[in-house]
C-alpha cells in the first residue's frame, strides 16, 4: 500500500505544468490535530490527489513538488464500476494497451476524485522555498488561521526511537525520562532520546514552568520500541494557567512483507 501511494503521488507530481514562482520539492507526513480528515486532497490545480489524514498517527508519506502554495481542499469520491479495470491493467488485449502507464509500471492506488468548485481551501501554507528537496511534518487544524503549522524534519534529526517534543504553550515544559531532563521552551521543540530499552516500560513526566515554581502536570508510563518515533504536542488547557494537554502520535515503519498493519516484529512474537 506504501509504495502504491507513493507510486501514485510521483505520477501526479511528474504530470504538473510549469506555473508561475518557484516550485518546491519535499516528502511530507501529514498529522490532524482535531478529528480524522477524509474527503481531502492535495490542490493541483483543476485536479487533486486524495488524502487521509489520522489523528493518531502520522499519514502515509507523499512526495510533492508543486507551487509553494500547499492547499487542502475538500474532495468527491468516485467508485469506480466493479467491471472497469484497475488503471494500469489490461482490459482486454487492444483496450489494455491504450491504458498502460507510461514508464512501463501500473499505478491501481488512489481513488478517483472530483473537485468542487468554488470552495475556499480547507486550510493553506506557503511551504518554505529552499533548493532540494525538503522533510516536512504538517499539523493540520482546520479554522485555525490557516490550518497549517509545518515542522522540519530533517533528516537523521528525528530517528527512530526517540521522541520529539513541540511544546505550543507560552511557557516553558519540562520533560523528565530515564535519559534526564529536558527544557522545552515556549514554541519550541526538541528531540531526545528517552533512554529505555527496547519492548520495555519507562516513565515520563512533565513540568510546567508557569509560575516560579515547577508543576507536575502528567506522569505516565510508556512503552518504548527503537522501531518507532513519537511526536509529543504539548498544548496549554485555555483558562487553567500552568496546565498541559499532551498528545502523542506515533511514526510506525511500513509493515514488512507477511505483516499487517499495526503489527511489529515477526509474526506471532
Known sequence: MRSKFLLASLL???????????????RIKFISTTRPLVGIGIAQGKKAEGLVIP???????????????????????????????????????????????????KAKS??????????????WIDLPVTPGRQNLIL???PGR???????????????????????????????????GRDVIPAKGTKVNRPGAKDNDYYDLQFFSQFSPEEKLVLSSRVYHLESVRKLFILTPVPGRDGLVTVRDIEDRPPPSKGQTPGELGPKGK
Open 12 to 26: 501526479l507530481a511528474g504530470a504538473l505544468q510549469a506555473a508561475d514562482g518557484p516550485i518546491v520539492e519535499a
Open 55 to 105: 489523528t493518531d498517527m502520522f499519514s502515509e508519506e507523499i512526495i510533492y513538488r508543486g507551487p509553494a502554495r500547499l492547499e487542502l481542499i475538500e474532495v468527491n469520491t468516485v467508485a469506480m464500476k466493479q467491471s472497469d479495470p484497475t488503471p494500469g491493467e489490461d482490459a482486454g488485449k487492444d483496450a489494455g494497451a491504450a491504458k498502460r502507464p507510461s514508464r512501463g509500471v
Open 110 to 123: 488512489a481513488p478517483k476524485v472530483s473537485v468542487p468548485t468554488g470552495k475556499p481551501p480547507l486550510a
Open 139 to 141: 499539523l493540520v487544524t
Open 145 to 179: 488561521d490557516n490550518g497549517i503549522t509545518a515542522i522540519a524534519d530533517v533528516v537523521g534529526s528525528f530517528p527512530p526511537g526517540s521522541n520529539r517534543y513541540l511544546n505550543l504553550c507560552p511557557f516553558t515544559v519540562v520533560v523528565s525520562t530515564p535519559s
